[in-house]
């Protein structure tokens, strides 16, 4: 079993065939999906999916390319949404300061605020972070405090991982992980506790090799497991296996469906 524990279930690139993505997801051994909020409307949408289907789970939040139009009602909506049942973490939230689709003083405004949030939700976090790895440590460290959350596609180095880990976090790797130049996300892969990882897709961004330059989907979460079994030299097994337990704990998913 794996769980594609980062999915977009809701944008419009499924339109045409959600039913069967997620369908060969399940057929294909992917038991579970968490599909991820990226604005109000999306995390609707992303709840809507999850009611429909067994095997999927939703997460609420704004992501830091919207945070420009998070005011204080919609989060507080959001909040709402997150006592729905089949929602299990508060996200994607965070900072990006490479595609600045926001102001960074938004970022870390709507940051902040879905931070206190989901802590008086008691829901874990799942955290975006590019280009932006000094301010999230330093937001994080401020609050002096345990967290119990997912660094999303991890794109930092070792030594950042591990204070992550520290704080309490989990580290996800996406299909960035088999792309031939990714030499340092690799060496994160392979050093980190394997207690702490999980694998996503990020769909339909990110395509793992050897599918790269087509539409992602849950699926494809084999490849970037594979990639990870072998890079940490385990049976791809073991890694599947203890993947989906870190993740099922994380979010507190049902062991079975
Ligand atoms: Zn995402």
């Given at each position: 079993?794996?769980?594609?524990?980062?999915?977009?279930?809701?944008?419009?690139?499924?339109?045409?065939?959600?039913?069967?993505?997620?369908?060969?997801?399940?057929?294909?051994?992917?038991?579970?999906?968490?599909?991820?909020?990226?604005?109000?409307?999306?995390?609707?949408?992303?709840?809507?999916?999850?009611?429909?289907?067994?095997?999927?789970?939703?997460?609420?939040?704004?992501?830091?390319?919207?945070?420009?139009?998070?005011?204080?009602?919609?989060?507080?909506?959001?909040?709402?949404?997150?006592?729905?049942?089949?929602?299990?973490?508060?996200?994607?939230?965070?900072?990006?300061?490479?595609?600045?689709?926001?102001?960074?003083?938004?970022?870390?405004?709507?940051?902040?605020?879905?931070?206190?949030?989901?802590?008086?939700?008691?829901?874990?976090?799942?955290?975006?972070?590019?280009?932006?790895?000094?301010?999230?440590?330093?937001?994080?460290?401020?609050?002096?405090?345990?967290?119990?959350?997912?660094?999303?596609?991890?794109?930092?180095?070792?030594?950042?991982?591990?204070?992550?880990?520290?704080?309490?976090?989990?580290?996800?790797?996406?299909?960035?992980?088999?792309?031939?130049?990714?030499?340092?996300?690799?060496?994160?892969?392979?050093?980190?506790?394997?207690?702490?990882?999980?694998?996503?897709?990020?769909?339909?961004?990110?395509?793992?090799?050897?599918?790269?330059?087509?539409?992602?989907?849950?699926?494809?979460?084999?490849?970037?497991?594979?990639?990870i079994a072998q890079l940490r030299q385990?049976?791809?097994?073991?890694?599947?296996?203890?993947?989906?337990?870190n993740t099922i704990r994380l979010f507190n998913l049902?062991?079975?469906?």
């Open positions: 079993m794996l769980i594609d524990s980062h999915a977009h279930l809701d944008m419009d690139d499924f339109d045409a065939d959600r039913d069967q993505v997620i369908k060969r997801a399940v057929e294909g051994g992917v038991a579970r999906i968490v599909t991820i909020g990226t604005d109000l409307a999306s995390s609707r949408k992303a709840i809507e999916i999850a009611k429909k289907y067994k095997h999927i789970y939703a997460a609420v939040g704004y992501h830091p390319h919207n945070a420009d139009e998070a005011d204080l009602r919609d989060l507080e909506k959001l909040r709402g949404l997150a006592s729905e049942p089949k929602v299990v973490a508060w996200g994607e939230i965070g900072l990006d300061f490479f595609r600045r689709h926001s102001s960074p003083e938004k970022q870390v405004r709507a940051f902040e605020r879905q931070l206190d949030i989901a802590s008086e939700q008691g829901l874990p976090l799942i955290i975006h972070d590019r280009d932006a790895h000094t301010d999230l440590l330093r937001i994080l460290n401020s609050r002096k405090r345990q967290y119990r959350g997912v660094i999303h596609c991890f794109s930092g180095d070792y030594d950042l991982a591990m204070a992550l880990i520290e704080l309490g976090f989990c580290i996800s790797f996406t299909g960035t992980v088999t792309y031939k130049n990714a030499v340092d996300t690799q060496a994160v892969a392979i050093r980190i506790p394997l207690e702490r990882l999980l694998v996503e897709t990020d769909c339909p961004y990110l395509t793992p090799v050897p599918l790269r330059g087509k539409r992602n989907e849950p699926l494809h979460v084999k490849h970037t497991a594979e990639k385990v049976d791809f097994e073991e890694l599947a296996r203890a993947t989906s337990v049902p062991e079975t469906l």
